[in-house]
């Protein structure tokens, strides 16, 4: 998973950080699940400059997390393209168009109103888009995401639309989280991936941030979205 480049020193520490993730990510995944399934890594690109990006994908990273639309505009045309992007932050529904040809997945689909505008762009521009269902497992008044009580009524209703593909679930569980916090998302994940759905393809379980991701990996994760642990602290303060 990771190949060792010896260029940039100053990035050093990116490279040893992603080492020290992979190492983490294999011997979490070696406790506790099957040897055939792959996790996989995302780097969680908020308030980091182009150059520490690329130099990561250099690296090996070759997924990342886009969390503000202004802010990807902003870099995307510097971004080395060998890597995928998935959108991971809130999305208001007016700049779902600045996205929907740029990005391989929007993760952060909490709501009717949000699908059917990306549905009808994605229409609009003949492709199929892939989307992650956001929940509020920890019900935190400030965090975006569907309860899991309407889950399964809004995947049912997303499921009708012909140009959103429903690959699976993401959550961001609150800081501290009890494991069974973990548990539960597993447990919603596998029981959509049961049902009968139209349009859905459940593959993707996205959970687990720098804190916590052994922990996620522990209980179903098969992404894990990374920025601090990978990039170090964030510059500014998030909004
Ligand atoms: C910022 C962010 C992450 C990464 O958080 P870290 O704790 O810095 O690893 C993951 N997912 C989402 C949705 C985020 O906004």
Known sequence: MCQTV?????????????????????????KYRKSNEVIN????TKTVEPEKINFAISQGVSLLGENRVQEYLSKKEQYNKKAEVHFIGH??????????????M?????????????????????????????INIGNELSK?????????????????????SICGLMAIPPIGSD??????????????KEMPYKN?????????MSGDYELAIKHGSNLVRIGTKLFGARKYLEV
Request: proline share 1%; glycine share 2%; net charge negative.
């Open 6 to 30: 010896n260029n940039y020193p100053e990035f050093k520490y990116i490279l040893e950080n992603y080492k020290e993730i992979c190492y983490n990510i294999e011997n979490a995944k070696s």
């Open 41 to 44: 890594l995302m780097a969680v």
């Open 91 to 104: 999305l208001q529904t007016n700049k779902v168009k600045y996205i929907i040809n740029d990005v391989k």
């Open 106 to 134: 929007i993760q952060s689909v909490d709501s009717l109103k949000l699908a059917c505008e990306i549905d009808r762009l994605a229409k609009k521009n003949n492709k199929i888009m892939d989307i992650l269902i956001e």
């Open 144 to 164: 975006s995401g569907i309860s899991k009580d309407s889950l399964f009524d809004l995947v049912n209703k997303i499921s009708e639309l012909q140009n959103i």
């Open 179 to 192: 494991e069974y916090v973990f548990e539960e998302m597993n447990e919603l994940f596998l029981r959509i």
């Open 200 to 208: 859905i393809s459940m593959n993707t379980l996205s959970m687990g």
